[in-house]
């Protein structure tokens, strides 16, 4: 089995910062893309940060010059540095990556479970 595992949510006050993690474990041959996305209550989940293995980074506009997201290969874990925080941040917050098991010749979209970031005003 293959799975992503967030840490780093919590409550913090607006203009504050919190740091993501996404830790990926098991049976991996490879990772392409990973990414962030977030789903507040009532909307719909969202991208909001992504990374190929190559290195390509993008963000959604409403994060762009806030956020920063990084990737270690090595550790297979992804980043998501969150500053300047907005009471509109708040929702909980999910790892996304496309990995490759070990003997198998194909990507799949795998998903952490979640973790939720809530910023007061």
């Known amino acids: 089995q293959v799975q992503l595992v967030e840490s780093g949510g919590g409550l913090v006050q607006a203009g504050g910062s919190l740091r993501l993690s996404c830790a990926a474990s098991g049976s991996i041959f490879s990772i392409n893309d990973m990414g962030w996305y977030r789903q507040a209550p009532g909307k719909q989940r969202e991208l909001i940060a992504k990374t190929t293995s190559g290195g390509s980074i993008n963000y959604d506009d409403s994060v762009k010059g806030r956020f920063i997201i990084s990737r270690d290969n090595a550790k297979k874990m992804v980043y998501l540095q969150m500053n300047s925080l907005k009471p509109e941040d708040t929702a909980v917050y999910y790892c996304?990556?496309?990995?490759?098991?070990?003997?198998?010749?194909?990507?799949?979209?795998?998903w952490g479970q979640g973790t939720l970031v809530a910023v007061s005003s």
């Open positions: 996304n990556a496309d990995i490759r098991r070990t003997g198998r010749n194909y990507y799949l979209e795998v």
